[in-house]
């Protein structure tokens, strides 16, 4: 179904296909591939939407692009188990299927 903003839909679209290439570069080449969202980020794209609602972006639980680019430097530095994994904006693993949202308890694989 593709009623709604077309440009969200492809946006999440677009984050579902580099997670899948994710899982087949880490199961075809790499040692040690994974993916990660740095979370909700106050960007040219998403602060438009805030302004819609006529809230600050931080009222509508975005964060500064130094926050979700200190997120990916710390998985890409660190030493994390799994290769292929998909890990939430607190650093936790992360279901493909599902939201988990910051602070509760990481994907267990089940």
């Known amino acids: 179904d593709w009623d709604g903003d ?3 839909q492809t946006y999440g679209f677009s984050k579902a296909l580099v997670n899948c ?3 087949h ?13 740095p979370g909700y ?3 040219d794209m998403t602060t438009p939407w805030a302004e819609e ?4 972006p931080a009222e509508m639980g975005m964060k500064a692009p130094a ?13 994390r188990p799994g290769n292929g994994w998909y890990y939430g904006s607190d ?4 279901p493909l299927d599902r939201y988990r949202a910051p602070g509760s308890a990481p994907y267990n694989g089940e």
Do not use: K, N
């Not at 075809?28 to 969202?37: H, K």
């Not at 650093?91 to 992360?94: A, D, E, F, N, P």
């Open 67 to 79: 926050d979700g680019a200190r997120t990916v430097v710390t998985a890409l530095l660190d030493d």
């Open 53 to 56: 609602a006529g809230q600050t």
């Open 91 to 94: 650093g936790l693993r992360s």
């Open 25 to 37: 570069l880490a199961a075809s080449f790499c040692p040690r591939v994974r993916a990660i969202t």
């Open 6 to 8: 077309m440009e969200e």
């Open 21 to 23: 290439y994710t899982q």
């Open 41 to 43: 980020i106050a960007t």
